[in-house]
């Protein structure tokens, strides 16, 4: 009874470990730089950050499959669904990583935000999200978009 009590509870708990969240491929992804930035669509400030996959970009060009984005959100807010995603493009190859860029051309109303990247391969299920968080304060609005502080999910609905 005890042989079979305990086989159950691990097939069920296979069962379960398979039909658990998706993980990510990659290996490891990071925000590069910069950490802290005023008025970045003023300044056409980039925001870099570098991915590693283990046989996808530890070769010469961009690794096939792979998609980087820059995320912004509120200050203390967890990356995820609700932040503000743009699509990062390939900038170089450094060492066995691979480098992507945002030119920021986005802008935000007034505030402070934090930033990050996010990193998928072809087929995952979820996202590698850097651990490494960046400070932007929007002081001007150097767009076409109020000068005046907005509600997260108003600033979103913008874009």
């Not at 491929?25 to 008025?39: A, C, K, M, V, Y």
């Not at 570098?50 to 200050?75: C, H, K, N, R, Y």
């Not at 767009?143 to 509600?151: D, E, I």
């Amino acid at each position: 009874m005890f042989k079979k009590l305990t086989l159950s509870l691990l097939a069920l708990a296979l069962v379960a470990a398979a039909g658990g969240a998706a993980a990510s491929s990659i290996g490891w992804g990071n925000l590069q730089w910069p950490f802290t930035t005023t008025d970045p669509a003023c300044t056409g400030t980039g925001f870099f950050g570098q991915v590693w996959m283990s046989g996808v970009t530890d070769s010469p060009g961009q690794g096939a499959g792979i998609t980087a984005e820059l995320g912004f959100g509120p200050v203390g807010s967890t990356p995820d669904a609700s932040w503000l995603w743009l699509p990062a493009v390939f900038n170089i190859d450094s060492g066995n990583n691979d480098e992507y860029v945002v030119w920021m051309t986005t802008y935000l109303p007034a505030g402070a935000y934090h930033y990050t990247y996010r990193y998928q391969y072809a087929g995952d299920g979820d996202w590698y999200v850097a651990s490494e968080r960046g400070t932007a304060t929007i002081i001007q609005s150097c767009g076409a978009v109020p000068t005046t502080t907005a509600a997260w999910g108003s600033v979103k609905a913008m874009y």
